[in-house]
């Protein structure tokens, strides 16, 4: 498989401090990364910056060929990313993001199916036309999750997607990822969970003191 995203060079700098340290790598498709490190290494930093929600301060990220800044339109048709606190909008229910969603992607068509079979399957079907902030941390993940799922992407980006889950939570959002894999989707995450890297890591990435690298 090709590299559905690549990063050159890649760094974040906040006045003297360095967040990141100028980094290369990339992810394939029909691959799982998992990129660990403790607490304030900067793995949520590095998600952000991917993603374009914070600046790079140096480098370059593209997805299937296209610049995060210079095709900007492109790469956000191509990437779904998945924050830990995932934040939605006051005015609408549970169904109504999924109804923006899919008509902001042009996937309306059965659209109706594919969201009753998402919200079913994580357990959201019965509180669909309630607001998010009514629900739990651990609904608010899986309504995220749903929210990706229910349009095409090539990569995609999950920070700490099991932080909030229950164990059938869990057990869910692993079979998913491998079925993502065999369809050739690049995924990355982040997590502490040594059991969830050894289920599903193709590569493990560590993150320390701002610094990547690849591990066995």
């Excluded at 990437?79 to 606190?85: A, L, Q, T």
């Excluded at 169904?95 to 399957?121: P, T």
């Excluded at 040594?194 to 066995?216: C, F, H, S, V, Y």
Aim: glycine share 8%.
């Amino acid at each position: 498989m090709p590299s559905h995203l690549v990063v050159n060079e890649l760094s974040k700098k906040y006045d003297s401090f360095m967040a990141l340290a100028p980094t290369n790598f990339d992810l394939m498709g029909g691959e799982i990364s998992i990129l660990s490190g403790p607490n304030g290494s900067g793995k949520t930093t590095l998600l952000s910056c991917l993603t374009g929600l914070v600046p790079l301060s140096s480098g370059t990220v593209s997805v299937m060929g296209y610049d995060l800044y210079r095709d900007e339109v492109e790469v956000r048709r191509r990437m779904v990313y998945v924050p830990d606190v995932p934040r939605f909008y006051l005015e609408l229910t549970a169904w109504e993001h999924l109804r923006f969603i899919a008509l902001a992607n042009g996937v309306e068509k059965d659209f109706e199916q594919k969201a009753e079979m998402l919200m079913q399957k994580y357990g959201l079907w019965e509180a669909r036309d309630l607001f998010p902030h009514h629900y739990s941390r651990g609904m608010r993940l899986k309504l995220g999750v749903t929210l990706a799922l229910i349009r095409p992407f090539d990569v995609l980006l999950l920070d700490e997607p099991t932080s909030a889950l229950d164990e059938d939570g869990v057990s869910m959002l692993i079979d998913e990822l491998h079925g993502l894999r065999k369809d050739g989707v690049a995924i990355l995450l982040t997590t502490h969970d040594p059991g969830l890297i050894d289920q599903l890591a193709d590569r493990k990435l560590l993150i320390q003191n701002g610094e990547i690298r690849a591990t066995k």
